[in-house]
């Protein structure tokens, strides 16, 4: 997981997901996509160090829930429509 630079409840707020989604789904495997607008996803994008700035998407692994960020240019569409 990549580590955080500044916590500004972001962080506490996916760990709370994570664990909500461990708790009714104990025996899954989850990922969580979430296609955001620029401010949106430069903010949670801060949060990380080793995340390459350039990129339009990145993805965490927060107790064992796949988390993707995707900045809002279609990119979310892209992936579900080709599942």
Not at 74 to 81: E, H, I
């Amino acid at each position: 997981m990549a580590e955080n630079k500044s916590i500004d409840g972001i962080i506490e707020k996916l760990a709370l997901v994570a664990d909500g989604l461990q708790t009714l789904f104990p025996e899954g495997t989850m990922a969580v996509a979430m296609e955001l607008k620029y401010d949106d996803y430069k903010n949670v994008q801060k949060n990380f160090r080793d995340v390459d700035r350039d990129f339009k998407q990145f993805k965490i692994d927060m107790s064992g829930v796949e988390f993707m960020f995707l900045l809002k240019d279609g990119s979310l569409s892209d992936v579900v429509s080709n599942s």
